[in-house]
């Protein structure tokens, strides 16, 4: 779907940035370089991640080597990778990406909030553009996210539940905001996984390993227009493709 569409809803929306959850890009857990390659290649400029980052013995040794690729910036210090990036323009503009991860119901990171305080603020010596990529569990921990960056950045997008969400919005300050931004991967399934599968563990509470679903594929994404001066957005539009 990414390989089929991108370039085209590029053309259309006049993309100048395109960034991609790639976290469960490699056969549904994790990444590995040569699916980041293929990301990249296609026309994603920054492949950001989340709680499976590590899922793929590899990416211990690939996030190092590649500032493209990013881990929430609330990890530990001394874990490999970078939570944020900046990505240049031939007019001298340049976009700032940071990833974080909630804590509600996730793995118990440092807090959110306080790694966003000191990011944004490295960040903004470059750029007023920000996009956040907000990795979390718990809606209430998203939308507070977004309240305490109103102004400071200039959209915080969700991720991680693999749904995407119709509450798409611009804050009162200027952040374009959504809850989940979806997924892509296939239509029939539960998130991405065999159906089956998903019912019988849910229905005997037995182990089986999961495996990604066939059939139909989908592709969720957002555009969000942003004030290159300013750094606030000014639209931020749903996109929904599906695979005939």
């Known amino acids: 779907m990414v ?20 976290e469960n890009a490699a056969g549904g857990f994790g990444i590995t370089r040569k699916v980041g390659q293929s990301l990249f290649d296609m026309g994603v400029n920054v ?48 976009v700032g990406i940071l990833n974080l991860s909630g804590r509600v119901f996730m793995d118990n990171l440092n807090c959110p909030f306080e790694i966003a305080d000191r990011e944004v603020s490295k960040l903004k010596e470059h750029t007023n553009m920000i996009i956040v990529d907000m990795h979390a569990e718990a809606t209430s921990e998203k939308i507070a996210l977004s ?12 991720t991680h539940t693999h749904v995407q969400t119709a509450d798409e919005k611009i804050l009162p300050k200027g952040v374009a905001y959504i809850t989940d931004v979806g997924m ?16 019988y563990r849910f229905t005997t509470s037995l182990p089986k390993k ?21 750094g606030y957005a000014k639209q931020i539009k749903r996109i929904q493709l599906t695979s005939s």
Not at 5 to 16: A, F, H, R, T, V
Not at 62 to 84: D, F, H
Not at 213 to 227: C, K, R
Request: net charge neutral.
């Open 3 to 22: 390989s089929q569409n991108l370039s085209k809803l590029k053309e259309d929306y006049k993309i100048n940035l395109c960034i991609a959850n790639g």
């Open 47 to 94: 492949v950001s991640s989340g709680n499976h980052i590590w899922d793929k013995k590899e990416a211990l040794d690939y996030l190092p080597q590649e500032n493209r690729l990013l881990r929430p910036a609330n990890y530990p210090r001394g874990v490999p990778g970078v939570g944020s990036t900046i990505v240049p323009f031939p007019d001298g503009t340049c």
């Open 147 to 158: 309240w305490y960056l109103d102004g400071r950045v200039s959209a915080v997008i969700g």
């Open 184 to 199: 892509t991967g296939p239509v029939d399934s539960v998130i991405g996984m065999s159906k089956e599968i998903a019912i």
């Open 210 to 230: 999961f495996s990604v679903a066939s059939g139909p594929v989908q592709l969720n994404a957002v555009v969000v227009e942003i004030d290159s001066k300013s």
